[in-house]
């Protein structure tokens, strides 16, 4: 049930979280499925309602950074750097696990930690007083929600969904490993590169998350973030040979790349890495609706700006 985050709202939802069950709310990336992150029963919820596969870890929310460094055995110094300028916001921050906490999913001796900059989510950590382990609230491997409505569509039987509007990022968290030396980048997402390298200096980007291919970390299965439809990437919207495509054929694209002719849905992105991710995951729940088969996406540009962007679209494409 989609309920408003006022007083009551967040009283219910509370009271649901305190009863080892699960809420939906939103964060200024995407919608999270909601579970206080250290009772075995609530995070099993979360696991069985998004049939998400066990060894897939999830990150935990909370409402501050001293909340946070109370997760980790080991606080690194570079994690007070990024979390001095980056939080609240859309950076995850993998660290040594406190030894005295239980280990979620496959992760065996770290915990992935992030402060959202959403203000009901913040009321509902305050209000709530635990650390929220919280995925996308969807069906494991399909887009991710960006509405209340996308998240009830996806998970009908979540007990409450608390409205927060559309998500203002539209796109997950960057989620970076501060364990070693050097900062790994684990998954591109709403925090550019550019302004993570302003604090860490150097940065290793794997080459399978620079190129969007299958990945052996945690959670990076290959088909990922997909619609219903089979999306297929190309160079050019006008000039595909649709011989071999599903009909209908809708098609994804942005201003100043063609429009192509979708005839049952077109969806013209923004020209603007950050303005195209917002939109992204609504425009395939839209074609999705529209009840078209395949989706021709333009594919954007190769350049360091794009990298979440290209990540989540060669898995929607992952066969
Ligand atoms: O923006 C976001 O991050 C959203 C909102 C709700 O906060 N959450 C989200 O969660 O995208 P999820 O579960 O869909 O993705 C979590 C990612 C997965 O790729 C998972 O493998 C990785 O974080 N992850 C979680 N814990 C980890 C750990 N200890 N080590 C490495 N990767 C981890
Ligand atoms: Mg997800």
Redesign the pocket.
Known sequence: MIVRPDAEGIRRAVEILAADSVVAFP????????AHAFSERAVGEIYRLKN?PSW??????VASVSAARELAEEWPGRADELAARFWPG?L?L?VR?ARRLPG??A?ND???V?V?AHEVALRLLEASGLPLA????NRSESI?PTTAEHVARSLPDVPLVLDGGACS?G???T?L?VTGDVPRL??P??LGLRELRDITGSLALPEDVADGAARP????SRRHYAPRARVVLCKDVQDVDRSGLAEPVGVLTYEGGGSGEGGVGTEVLSAEPREYAADLYAALHRLDDAGVATILVLEPPQTEDWLAVRDRLSRAAAK
């Open positions: 964060t200024e990336t995407v919608y999270g499925l909601g998400r897939n870890p999830l990150i935990v929310h859309p995850t993998v696990r979620i999913g992760a770290t915990v992935a992030r959202p919280a995925p996308s609230a991710s990022w796109i997950e968290s989620v490993d684990l998954r997402g709403a970390s945690p959670g990076m």
